[in-house]
Structures are given as structure tokens and as C-alpha cells.
């Protein structure tokens, strides 16, 4: 499956403090929990750069914005690194997640987690352990989620 990671960068207070090694790794990681639905990703790394007005909605919360960024969104799952967004990280759409630099949970977790909300996940108060558990560190997909993320991921690519 497809995603592009982009870095925003030069892009005032929403610039990421993240580089392309720190992404990658941090993705590698978000892969790892994603195998366990048989879902490998091809990853593109992007670095994008936001201008003033576009900054501004991101900061009052209007993340909708980088929607309307040449670089979004078509053919893949884009996952934006930013900094000083209010969560952790949020589904935006169909295929675009933010993820913000400091996270309450594991980074490559919150990123995992925002991926099953594009796939079609909802949050789960089953289980900590379990990966739509929202908040905590939990990784693990049940047997259901495995079958839906599968099923959407064959459907939007």
C-alpha cells in the first residue's frame, strides 16, 4: 500500500522537529505493528513547506487546510509530521493523518492508530493492548479490525 510521509518544514510553528532518518525509523516501526494484517507499505518521503495563510488555519485548528497543498492527496495515504497540533495525531479524511511531534503514546503507535482510522477503524474500550484503544500504547489488531483494514485497504488501492 502506498503512503507518502511528509516532513513540514520551513513552515513556522508547525515546522516538524523530525528528520527523514527520525521518520523513517519511527515508520519502520508502524510497519511493524501493520503486519499483523499482512499490510505492507511502499513509503515515499516528502518534504513539504507551508505557506503563511496555510500555517495560520493549522494553527487555529483547521487542519483541513493541507488538503488544499499541491502535495495532497491523491494515490496514497499521506501522513503529515508536524509540530503543535492539540493531539497526538487525527484522521483528517480518506487518506490524510497528522501526526504531531511530542505524543503522550509511542509516536510510530499514534501513527499506527491514525492508519487504522484511514483504513476504516474506529476507536475500540475493549482492550488497552489493542491498537484503536485510544490514548494508551496498545498494538495489537483483533481478528475483526484485521479483516476490515484488509478489506479497505484492498478497495482504496
Same mark, same amino acid.
Given at each position: 500500500?502506498?503512503?507518502?510521509?511528509?516532513?513540514?518544514?520551513?513552515? /513556522?510553528?508547525?515546522?516538524?522537529?523530525?528528520?527523514?532518518? *527520525?521518520?523513517?525509523?519511527?515508520?519502520?516501526?508502524?510497519? %511493524?505493528?501493520?503486519?499483523?494484517?499482512?499490510?505492507?507499505?511502499?513509503?515515499?518521503?516528502? %518534504?513539504?513547506?507551508? &505557506?503563511?495563510?496555510? !500555517?495560520?488555519?493549522? &494553527?487555529?485548528? @483547521?487542519?483541513?487546510?493541507?488538503?488544499?497543498?499541491?502535495? $495532497? $492527496?491523491? %494515490?496514497?495515504?499521506?501522513?503529515?509530521?508536524?509540530? *503543535?497540533?492539540?493531539?497526538?495525531?487525527?484522521? !483528517? *479524511?480518506?487518506?490524510?493523518? !497528522?501526526?504531531?511531534?511530542?505524543?503522550?503514546?509511542? @509516536?510510530?503507535?499514534?501513527?499506527?492508530?491514525?492508519?487504522?482510522?484511514?483504513? /476504516?477503524?474506529?476507536?475500540?474500550?475493549?482492550?488497552? &493492548?489493542?491498537?484503536?484503544?485510544? *490514548? !494508551?500504547?496498545?498494538?495489537?489488531?483483533?481478528?475483526?479490525?484485521i479483516e476490515t483494514a484488509r478489506g479497505n485497504?484492498?478497495?482504496?488501492?
Open positions: 500500500m502506498p503512503v507518502v510521509l511528509h516532513r513540514v518544514t520551513d513552515s /513556522g510553528t508547525v515546522t516538524t522537529m523530525r528528520s527523514e532518518q *527520525g521518520v523513517l525509523s519511527l515508520f519502520k516501526n508502524t510497519q %511493524e505493528i501493520w503486519l499483523q494484517a499482512s499490510i505492507a507499505f511502499s513509503v515515499t518521503i516528502d %518534504e513539504v513547506n507551508f &505557506e503563511a495563510e496555510t !500555517v495560520e488555519r493549522i &494553527e487555529s485548528g @483547521d487542519l483541513a487546510a493541507i488538503y488544499e497543498t499541491p502535495e $495532497c $492527496c491523491e %494515490e496514497a495515504l499521506h501522513i503529515y509530521f508536524l509540530n *503543535g497540533i492539540a493531539t497526538n495525531g487525527i484522521a !483528517v *479524511g480518506r487518506n490524510l493523518a !497528522v501526526v504531531n511531534d511530542i505524543t503522550t503514546v509511542n @509516536d510510530f503507535r499514534a501513527t499506527a492508530h491514525e492508519i487504522g482510522h484511514l483504513l /476504516g477503524l474506529g476507536h475500540t474500550l475493549e482492550s488497552r &493492548e489493542r491498537l484503536m484503544f485510544q *490514548g !494508551v500504547n496498545g498494538e495489537r489488531l483483533s481478528r475483526f479490525e485497504a484492498l478497495r482504496i488501492f
